[in-house]
């Protein structure tokens, strides 16, 4: 039986109080519907549909990637009727998966349970017990224990509240009952909605049989409505990442404060320390340590590399045994080779230090490139933007470079130079020269300090 899936994501997510449409609020640093459009392309199927709406083109805009037919529901008049935009394009013959967009943490797993159990009856519902059911649909059941009704909470009688087993929302159906029913619903109810979920009433009427799928992990199938159900979502996902690398080595001082918002690869015996932020891809070889509170995003960090607490590192190359921080900011296109140190207060962007030379306090370095074995003393500033254009800055190898200077670009320093504590560079110096530029300093004696009138 070949497989169609539709996701439902045209809601508006009215109770985030948010102008940004609910699916595309992030959890682990991705859109909701990414994550439940990655668990829906690995099940083998012939076509993803996404049912979008609310917010406009913003939605297949910011997720033009998928490979997947895009529908538009005009109106959000329920998702009985979101289901219904996509019948010109839905093949009779196939079973088809529902997902909802504001449901991320569903497993492929769960998923395939689901699609199998409805090989019989052709139709198939997930469900699972809640303690605090609150907001969902309730699950009612026959003497007989089959499923014969969904009611929503806004119309179930007090008495159906207090049922704990709830409605999923994921189900699969035969194609050409799920249209026959659809077409069907009414909006008689206190949302005047066109509920998908009243379909169970009729195929049941139909003598269709529920089969039920109970989804044991209660988070796996929570919806996302809530600020404060995102969070619970993102700490547990948080966790399960967490979990899942110190299984493979990462040494990890706290997983509960540790956040990976995409992509990290490991090698060996690299240690973790709290409140690191980790964005995007990063690649750490063996042997790194990253301090407390540290920001990396985009990076390639190699062996033996220390990074100190409250460093921000993106979109750089770190070689061999650099050390950098505490308190760098490394910005995008930055290259260290082997054994670098930066330390505090250091910013560096579209700059590439060479081996071994030393950027240890306060300093500016940008659209520079630095040689290898050269020290950049405390305080020294490439001006390299003249309020119009960026400019240049080369140091060569061996070069010292004394205390607050100031390297106007374009300039070039070459091998060996040294230039003086204090001075404003504007030519380039030679090789194994010393360049000073300073006013001579005057000393006045018994000098008065002026007194308080
Ligand atoms: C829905 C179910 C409820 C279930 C719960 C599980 C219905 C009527 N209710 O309630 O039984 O317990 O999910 O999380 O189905 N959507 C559209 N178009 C619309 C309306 C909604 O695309 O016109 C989409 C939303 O973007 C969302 C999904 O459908 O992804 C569910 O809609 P939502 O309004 O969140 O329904 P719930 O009240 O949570
Ligand atoms: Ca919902």
């Known amino acids: 039986m070949t497989l169609s899936i539709i996701i439902l994501a045209a ?116 469900t699972t017990h809640l303690d605090n059911p609150r907001g969902y649909g309730r699950i009612i059941r026959d003497e007989h224990e089959n499923i014969v009704a969904i009611v929503e909470e806004k119309d179930a009688t007090e008495e159906q509240r207090k049922i704990c087993e709830v409605n999923t929302g994921f189900m699969v159906i035969k194609g050409k009952q799920l249209k026959l029913w659809v077409n069907a619903l009414k909006n008689e109810n206190k949302q005047n909605e066109y ?54 080595g990462v040494g990890l001082i706290d997983p509960a404060r540790f956040d990976l918002r995409g992509d990290l690869e490991i090698g060996r015996d690299n240690e973790i320390d709290i409140n690191v932020v980790i964005e995007g891809r990063v690649k750490l070889g063996n042997n790194v340590t990253i301090g407390a509170n540290c920001y990396l995003k985009d990076t390639i960090i190699a062996d033996n590399v220390i990074v100190l607490p409250n460093t921000m590192i993106d979109s750089a190359v770190i070689g ?75 140091i060569g190898d061996d070069v010292f470079i004394g205390s607050d200077v100031q390297l106007i670009a374009p300039v070039k ?24 530029s300073r006013v001579e300093q005057k000393s006045i004696s018994k000098w008065k300090r002026p007194t308080k009138k």
């Open 320 to 394: 061999n045994g650099c050390r950098i921080g505490p308190f760098a900011r490394i910005r995008p296109d930055t290259t260290l080779d082997e054994n670098v140190h930066i330390g505090n207060f250091v910013e560096l962007k579209k700059t590439d230090v060479g081996k071994g030379s030393k950027v240890n306090h306060l300093t500016y370095l940008g659209d520079s490139h630095v040689g290898m074995g050269t020290n950049i003393g405390a305080g020294t500033i490439t001006c390299n933007y003249d309020g119009v254009n960026k400019h240049q800055t080369i």
């Open 413 to 436: 320093i070459n091998n060996g130079a040294t230039i003086a504590a204090g001075a404003t560079i504007t030519k380039d110096v030679s090789e194994n020269e010393l360049a000073i």
């Open 11 to 126: 809601g508006q997510g009215t109770r985030m109080y948010s102008d940004k449409p609910k699916v595309l609020h992030t959890l682990a640093g991705r859109p909701l519907l990414a994550h439940v459009y990655q668990t829906a392309v690995a099940l083998t199927h012939r076509e993803i549909h996404i049912v979008y709406g609310h917010g406009g083109e913003q939605v297949p805009e910011t997720l033009q990637d998928f490979q997947a037919s895009w529908v538009k529901q005009e109106e959000q008049l329920g998702t009985g009727h979101a289901v219904q935009q996509v019948f010109p394009n839905l093949p009779d013959v196939d079973n088809i998966l529902i997902l909802y967009g504001d449901v991320p943490l569903i497993t492929e797993e769960s998923l395939t349970i689901l699609v199998d159990a409805a090989s019989d009856s052709g139709f198939s519902l997930l």
């Open 195 to 248: 509920y998908l979920t009243d379909i169970v009433k009729l195929a049941v009427s139909d003598g269709v049989n529920v089969a039920p799928v109970i989804a044991d992990s209660p988070i796996e199938v929570q919806g996302i409505n809530t600020r404060i159900q995102l969070s619970e979502a993102e700490r547990y996902y948080q966790l399960v990442q967490a979990h899942h690398l110190m299984r493979n």
